[in-house]
């Protein structure tokens, strides 16, 4: 696409529920990325895949978070037992390899109710 | 480990006149800089970005940026800002390109 499209646009859950939110990278894409963007802060690094590697996942806040992307294309963050402090936008990102500057979708908002 | 402040929390501004964001890094390796606009709802979009080279960076929409490593900043600047650029900016780092360390934001209120 020409784009990396997010989905949901808007996630309202029930504290204790599971999520599952979708990113769809650029074509041909090879590395992606999951950032968490709290209200009123910068956004976040949670984890980065090469392909369907995931080269680093140092940012992930607890092991209630969990990201693949098995075919090195579309890529899921699951997140279980939301909680309230989980609620921000989760942007997505990816690149060609070896370029620097990443494109964004327009990410997921996830409510925790 | 890297670190992003961006000093200023919200600039307000007259059309047409110029302005300057700022942002200070700290790192203890060459690091890359870059600054992203986030217009409200949508994702963030890169106005520009430092890997080498010429300190002095030009963007999209006439921003630049001036990589200074004595002083360890990377101030953003307009000339003459419009009311489109009302937007929240964010300065990042990165060691490896792979991996970004953003600031807080700054939004920039443009004035009729």
């Known amino acids: 696409g020409a784009g990396v499209s997010q989905s949901p646009r808007y996630k309202v859950a029930k504290r204790g529920q599971d999520v599952a939110l979708r990113c769809d990278p650029i074509?041909?894409?090879?590395?992606l990325f999951w950032y968490q963007q709290a209200l009123g802060q910068g956004p976040e690094f949670l984890t980065y895949f090469q392909n369907e590697a995931q080269l680093d996942k140092s940012g992930l806040p607890s092991d209630r978070f969990f990201a693949e992307r098995p075919e090195g294309s579309v890529s899921t963050l699951k997140i279980q037992r939301t909680q309230q402090e989980d609620s921000a936008v989760y942007l997505c990102?990816?690149?060609?390899?070896?370029?620097?500057?990443?494109?964004f979708g327009s990410g997921t908002r996830l409510t925790v109710v | 480990a890297q670190s992003v402040t961006q000093l200023d929390s919200q600039v307000p501004v007259f059309e047409e006149a110029p302005v300057e964001l700022r942002c200070n890094y700290s790192s203890s390796v060459s690091v890359y800089l870059f600054w992203y606009v986030q217009y409200p709802n949508q994702g963030l979009q890169l106005l520009l970005k430092?890997?080498?080279?010429?300190?002095l960076v030009k963007g999209i929409n006439g921003f630049e940026a001036e990589f200074n490593k004595s002083q360890t900043s990377f101030h953003l600047r307009k000339p003459s800002v419009h009311i489109s650029d009302t937007a929240e900016y964010f300065c990042a780092v990165s060691e490896n390109g792979n991996k970004l360390v953003f600031g807080a934001g700054t939004i920039l209120r443009v004035k009729s």
């Open positions: 074509s041909g894409h090879v590395s």
């Open positions: 430092y890997l080498s080279g010429s300190t």
């Open positions: 990102a990816s690149s060609l390899l070896g370029t620097f500057g990443y494109t």
